[in-house]
Nanobody, 126 residues
Framework: QVQLAESGGGSVEAGGSLRLSCAAS????????MGWFRQAPGKEREGGAI????????YYADSVKGRFTISQDNSKNTMYLQMNSLKPEDTAMYYC???????????????????WGQGTQVTVSS
């Protein structure tokens, strides 16, 4: 059973940085797509950054490209999201998610992901 747990959220002023962590258990091999999604109140959940656990170039949504960096330490079963130059519009609940995939071309939509963490809140003030 795959379990994901996010941490690292908080409140920060615009222009600041945060690093989110996603601790995973139950990932017995590298054939998983993993990603960070976010959902602001009244808005749909959107993908921010996605990566194949087995390696390859990550995908970034236009809204975070150049500011956010996804990384992973498979030895620690942990995925990270480094968020720099934060903006008030980045305020949302952030979730890490995963799904089993033998195809390294990961889906960008949240519906493909069947393992989810509980979320961590990020609030950016202007």
């Amino acid at each position: 059973q795959v379990q994901l747990a996010e941490s690292g959220g908080g409140s920060v002023e615009a222009g600041g940085s945060l690093r989110l962590s996603c601790a995973a258990s139950g990932l017995t091999h590298s054939r998983y797509c993993m990603g960070w999604f976010r959902q602001a109140p009244g808005k749909e959940r959107e993908g921010g950054a996605i990566v194949y656990r087995g390696g390859g170039a990550p995908y970034y949504a236009d809204s975070v490209k150049g500011r956010f960096t996804i990384s992973q330490d498979n030895s620690k079963n942990t995925m990270y999201l480094q968020m720099n130059s934060l903006k008030p519009e980045d305020t949302a609940m952030y979730y890490c998610a995963a799904y089993l995939s033998y195809n390294p071309a990961c889906a960008l939509g949240s519906s493909a992901y069947n393992y989810w963490g509980q979320g961590t809140q990020v609030t950016v003030s202007s």
